[in-house]
DNA sequence: GATGGCACTCGGGACTTCAGAGTGCTAAGT
DNA sequence: ACTTAGCACTCTGAAGTCCCGAGTGCCATC
């Protein structure tokens, strides 16, 4: 009873299983595996896998199915990595190499693995909390309002609306895209001319150059304390919404793509995948999740998965998560991945969402 | 016989069959409706019915369905406007209140709809092609690229990289987002120094303002023939770079949300529903659709209702279309509407449309 | 025109049956 | 000490059967 073959049974187990959906049994494992032995022999085997909590069998009769111990052995130890075939990689890199912005490219990363994978992606953007200010950007827009264009280390570009009626306070008011006064002149009591603005413009960028958030208040303290008295409530309006902007709202931001496929009937979950739905609403937890990985990643070679119950959300417990950090040089700024059905095609998955990741890490800025 | 009593029946008909699911008897009929007839009484009228092609019974002894035409009549005259619940307003207004940019504003409508009707929801993004330029801002970004950032009458903010190492291609260089050397002096051979490039941005504008795409080719060519000669290339660029911006790309661009609405157990299509997910993915198709229904609205009061085979898309023979334009005051831009099987609640999703149109029409820019 | 009565239809749930796949075990073979 | 053939046993799920009941259409009556 080598132990080798045990292992081989094992893997034969759930690539079969992975591929036709049943309980395998010991004569189609014969035959359609090239082991060379006799059914009972594997039935032997299979009796010591199960002893030893591998697979298991959904009733009495009927064939073998893995367990998610099975599955984590499978992928620690059995997986072969499948590199991805030549129209994939060019896929990727055409797909991808389209993209015109970050949004752009995030989102096509997201559909390009819901595509390869057939599963559900899942893509976390770069924190902005953990990027720094490349530029600042500042646009009168209607005479009343200022267009923030804030620029980051990693290319993200964000945009707030200012209301300089009353710039005073510093809760930047919800900006909302409602219709400012058409064609107002520029010089609008609430807003500098040109020649001012360009100067704040230009002092808030160099006093922002390159820094963390952590260190932005600061900085923009003194610069506010520099400027012209009646520039001050502005000024510091500016630096609020920069602040906010960075530190607060979109750190949180997750996207999910190729929900449909939850639809198709080739990824039905074992029972009912409702739990599964809930859980991918629940942003948050899924956002827990995946940072969860990054930071201790169960898998290898950078990728990490989690297989059914090791993600210890009640929804998912019928469902595997396999997610790679990306960022440069191993500088990781945030994750992606792909969810599916534990009866997953692990080794290809993985190099999916390897692929795109590493794709990732060469093409962001930094 | 009387009309009026055979189309409460009708009504009744719809009504409870898309709340029960199931075919709906003569008897069920006079019990949960208020109708105050007998069975037998009944079946005369949904003889007629039938015989008029408005429902059907899916086999002998069996209640019976709507037909599309059946629905259509409903939709036409019989549906009750049933206003949106108070609760269900205030989440509109701050849901979509929240919103940071008009990206953000329309991924919001389309999650909205998405939930409101339990359904898919799908939003085209106003054509920049019809809207016109309201700033347009250079960011010198690394040394050897421009951050070109054009904002739109409709509120709509488009970056691009310019790569200016040979800015005198005409072609914009597939803008990927990849790495810049890092900190390189803002003065380096491609990018002017801030004053030439502020006069260049403010020149630019001058021309653009308020035109439209057609007219943004030759206003740009006057700028570029009376600009510096050294800077001719880079304005050559800049002009081509956002005349393209504005005129190819993104004309078409669609998203979908709430896919994963497709899976849930309780919207299920009659048949497969493979057909459906084929058919929402073929977005130039569904783009299709939406134009034809935004130009053409078969149903009232704004909102536009496409029932069954109505939509002549194979996939979408047993979903029906519910669509609603959008705009600042009557000048629709673009279109967003909820999918589902023909067998939905017709007042809720129109309501639901039309809500957030409305409001998207409210506080769009202008 | 509305209604009660009635014979008729037929789908689908409940029940039964049965073949086949798969197992574990024992005993024999190498 | 494994491996293998043989065999009795278990159990699922497909196929078949039955029958209740919902629903209908039609006719005679009010």
Redesign the pocket.
Known sequence: ??EE?RLAVLRAIVEDYVHTREP?????LTERHGLG??P??I??D??AL?EAGYIA?P??????VPTDKGYRLFVDRLAEVRPLTAPQRRAIETFLSEAVDLDDILGRAGRLIAQLTGQVAVVQYPSLRLSGLRHLELVPVGGVRLLVVVITDTGRVEQRYLDVTGAADAEPTVASVESPAPDVAADHPGIPDEGSLGELRARLNAAAAGKRLSELPEAFGRVVAGVAPDLVPLARGIADLVVDTLGTQSEERIVLAGTANLARADMRFEHALSPVLEALEEQVVLLGLLTEMATDPPGGAGVGVRIGHENRLDGLTEASVVASGYGTDGDTVAILGSIGPTRMDYPGTIASVRAVARYLSRVLPN
Chains 1, 2 share one sequence.
Not at 59 to 64: C, D, E, I, K, P
């Open positions: 009873m080598s073959r395998v049994g010991s004569r189609v032995v006799s009972a022999t039935r032997n299979m009796a199960e069998q009733h009495t009769s009927a064939g073998r």
